[in-house]
């Protein structure tokens, strides 16, 4: 297919088929042109009694494909339908272009007409204007600021202009009351120029630069944080942040050996003098990371580590972390941690700060490890598990999420953390669930035991195991499962059950205690049931006159004689 220019394309085409073209474009034949993507046109072209479809790529002047509904198979060259559609395209676009013309000599006119910065300047002697700046600087001490902010890199005559900046505006004291708002602001602003700069250095590709002007800012900003509070510390911190995103980008810029070196040894040497906050933790952590599997580079860490007096500042524990975990040695994140296990807030900040630094296997070996053996506070219990829950979702293992699911079902009780076990382990949930209860009848957690066996239906063995217990209370949870089919084993479990009481338990109360118990199952309308309790448990206490007058109360008066006066059954 020939690629051909748009301004004048009408003459590597035939003459017959520009003709035709033209007397289209005349007749208005070109029907809904538009660009329907960048550089992708489309028109309807009407020809005789037929309508084609026609596209064309251009970009941005030149015709780089088009093609017609009119075309039969292997046809390359221009229709009068293509060409009409080319010729309606240019007009457009001439047409446009007209438009902007117009437009900008308006706007240049109505300048003229006032006076603009921009005409002064073009107009001004660089000799005058030199003199009004500095005569203008000093007048206006924010003025003078601001000029020397944006052009210290112009400065070559000392070592780091941007740090004599800094300095002209830093408060010897941030948290004395001295520092007042104006100060702060004039700061403020020095900085938000700086950060500006910094961008611009960094679009140009000047990074030594770069390095320089965002190395000064964090060494200066970062030790003020501690000290001050509010939105004064908030707004220092999103300057020192945005400083710190600039320079953590030479690791991804196409920057010499020695620079990137030196960065990140300048990074290693501020987190020694623990001058980041902790908002910052996991960017540095992960810049100083990124590398450790480069044996200099974890030893520089690591040395970092052992130099610092026991136990390690909180960032320097979790950096080298952050190294090991880079390292894939997961254990050995666990073996330094163990170090810590009387300190449970260090270790939940690790924990938290490995999985926000992306080390999911280290974060959850850690984290599943020490909450086995640790004691946190309830709020950090919960936050660990949480981030060891969304750990375990997020690897698809589904091994760790059952796992993980069933303990928090067993700390809580909440059936919503069982389902999903039970979902997530599906066809293989019954082998789960068999080595579960296996596990609940092994400690003796016979409750828990028997929620789970109600929950899944198994009545037999729930059966089984309320057999073996000796709580009245515990079985009337689970009674209602088998009052409709099974009502001679919650009679014999209820007997059985009153009885042991009974015969350890003497006099009214304990009379009154049984009607208690039994209450529960006349409300449920099971007064057959009641009653023939009642009758084996006065067979089974003839000697107590107080049972059955006791438990006659359950019924309404006109039926209490009668019941007291019906043969009891034999025990």
Known sequence: MQKLWLKDFEHHISSSTWAAADELVQAGRVKALREVERHFWVASVEDAEATYEVETIITPHKIKAFTCECWTEGRRLICPHIAAALLKIRQFLEQKQEERKAKAEARASTEHNRLTVGNVLDHAAPEALAEFVQEYARRDRDFALA??????????NTPNPFALVLDSVLPKNPADKTFREPDFRRLRNTIDDLNKQLSNIFEEQNFPTGFQLATTILQKINPLLSKLEGNRRLQLLQQSQQAFYHLAHLQDASVSPELREQAWRTVLEMAAQDIFPAEMSVPVLLFLTREATNDE????ISALFDQSPSPAPPFVLQLFLGALAQRNRPESVV?????????????RDAI????????????????????GKMKFSPGQRRELEDTMLSLARSS?????????????????GHFDFYEEAKTIAGRNWPAELKRRLAELRQKGDTRTAAVVLAAEGHKSELAELLEKQEDLRQFQQYENLFLPEDKPFVRGRYVDLLSAYLNEHFGRPASEHARAMLAGLM???EQTLVLDIIRALSAQFPDRPSLPEELAELFPKSKRKSLLQAPADKP
């Open 147 to 156: 000029l020397k902010t944006w052009f210290a890199g112009a400065v070559s």
């Open 297 to 300: 580079k974890f030893e520089g």
């Open 335 to 347: 073996r330094v941690l163990e170090e810590y296990t009387d300190q449970p807030t260090v270790v």
């Open 352 to 371: 938290v700060t490995l999985t926000q630094a992306h080390h999911a296997e280290a974060a959850f070996q850690a984290g599943t490890h020490f909450l």
């Open 396 to 412: 698809g293992d589904p091994v760790r999420q059952v796992n993980l699911l069933w303990q928090r079902f067993m700390q809580s």
């Open 523 to 525: 409300q449920k309308g």
